[in-house]
């Protein structure tokens, strides 16, 4: 006898993985109408605030496709639950205050009463202020040997925290730390979305079942996900908790490469504030540190910024952001003197290298003990003054010329093909003009002694 098959049951919820939340944080960045521009060759594969970027370059948290598979250990049904308990709106509460003229995007797939009280987002979904203090709760009454330290940023709110409590309470131990396709648990869905309360009582049940690190098929950890979020006060939460503050992914990242190179200031003063934990000098697996990838992307940022004629406000804001995040991580202990373990380069020689003269500026009023041999490094047999002579065309040429020289440049250091900076000057009446230039300075520094490799 044949049977026909019931047609297969279709979930009744699905919820977005952390990369889609991510790329609908960028989708609504990019809604004022920025132009895109061509990115720098030289970034490194990863983490991208830039929206302009192309897609290939643009931050994405890696590890989840575009389709979200229900937990291995929870149903639909259960999901469903979690969902409308958790985005539930009590119309007798203040909800959070917004920017006035500030036009709040909403996903689709949820409706407006996803707001909560007292959660704070920079950047994530949608720009939100922090609560009234007169208005939120305090910290809810915990055992005072787990009571994690002040938040970053904000309050708690007492009643929506309580809420998830409850839910995670009556949850199994499998539904609490399952995992889907993507290595995606209920933590990581709730910090890339910003929902603060629920991420703060998911975090407090996944310590105590020593699950709180675990990462998803990209390697990331829910510290990464907020850190990519642009979660300050999640990040400080989940430090609290005791997340793991050196956990990298699978590209060798760590918290620190990703705030660094999506210049989040308000991230790094966080994860800055948990030293001497964090090590400022990781390397990732491309050989490079924190600080080499917060020059990288001020340099990606400022072409994007000149390519404009400078008028775009938000590149310059963003271009503000991370050149602080620069000057944190060095006034924090990074060493400007660290190479790439590739290429060799200082964070001078990235800097020369894309010609961004604001960067230059300021790594060379950074007090050192010997500002010239700074300068004068090496990378591959190349010093930033050579690298300085191939910016052929780039009008700052000459100016990161002088202000090189003026800070020590040596024009006589000979690189591995026993060529001078002067030879790889550009043809033509600059060329001849610059290369003037430093035949002068060339024989002034001949006058101290200089290593026989570098001698003419």
């Not at 409706?111 to 949608?126: I, N, V």
């Not at 966080?270 to 990781?282: C, D, K, Q, T, Y």
Request: with cysteine; proline share 5%.
């Amino acid at each position: 006898m044949h049977f026909d098959k019931a047609p297969k049951e279709k979930p009744c919820c699905t919820l977005p993985t952390v990369k889609k939340l991510l790329e609908q944080k960028r989708k609504r960045e990019t809604s004022s109408g920025l132009s895109p521009y061509a990115a720098n060759t030289t970034a490194p594969a990863g983490h991208n605030m830039l929206t302009q970027l192309p897609v290939s370059e643009q931050l994405t948290c890696s590890g989840a496709s575009s389709s979200y598979a229900d937990m291995t250990a929870a149903s639909s049904e259960h999901w469903a639950a979690i969902q409308e308990s958790a985005l539930s709106y009590d119309p007798n509460q203040p909800g959070p205050s917004f920017p006035v003229g500030y036009d709040v995007p909403m996903d689709s797939d949820f409706s407006s009463q996803q707001h909560l009280q007292g959660f704070a987002s920079q950047s994530y979904g949608c720009q939100m202020a922090a609560a009234d203090q007169s208005t939120a709760s305090t910290w809810p009454p915990l055992d005072p040997s787990e009571a994690p330290q002040a938040t970053f940023g904000s309050w708690l709110d007492t009643g929506t925290l309580e809420k998830a409590r409850m839910l995670l309470r009556d949850m199994d131990y499998g539904r609490i730390i399952g995992q889907d396709e993507d290595g995606d648990t209920i933590l990581h869905i709730y910090t890339a979305k910003g929902l603060r309360e629920w991420a703060f009582a998911t975090a407090e049940k996944l310590r105590d079942l020593g699950k709180l690190d675990a990462k998803e098929h990209k390697g990331k950890t829910a510290l990464l996900v907020a850190v990519t979020a642009n979660q300050p006060d999640i990040v400080q939460d989940l430090l609290s908790f005791g997340a793991d503050i050196n956990a990298c992914d699978v590209k060798g990242q760590n918290a620190l490469h990703l705030a660094a190179h999506d210049g989040l200031p308000r991230i790094l003063q966080v994860i800055l504030s948990n030293r001497p934990a964090i090590n400022l000098e990781a390397r990732d697996f491309e050989g490079m540190t924190p600080l080499h990838c917060a020059a990288i992307s001020h340099s990606v940022t400022m072409k994007a910024l000149f390519a404009c004629g400078m008028a775009n406000v938000f590149l310059q804001a963003k271009a503000a952001e991370k050149l602080s995040c620069v000057q944190m991580l060095v006034n924090a202990g990074a060493s400007p003197l660290s190479q790439e373990i590739k290429s060799s380069k200082t964070v001078l020689h990235l800097a020369v290298k894309e010609g961004n003269i604001n960067l230059l500026h300021y790594l060379l009023s950074i007090h050192m003990h010997n500002v010239k041999d700074f300068v004068n490094m090496k990378a591959h047999g190349h010093t930033a003054l050579h690298m300085a002579a191939c910016l052929h065309g780039n009008p700052r040429q000459e100016e990161i010329l002088r202000l090189l020289l003026s800070r020590g440049a040596d024009p006589s250091i000979r690189n591995l093909e026993n060529g001078l900076p002067a030879h790889l000057l550009q043809g033509g009446l600059q060329g001849e003009h610059l290369k003037l230039m430093l035949k002068k300075r060339s024989t002034l520094t001949r006058r101290r002694p200089v290593a026989p490799q570098d001698q003419e």
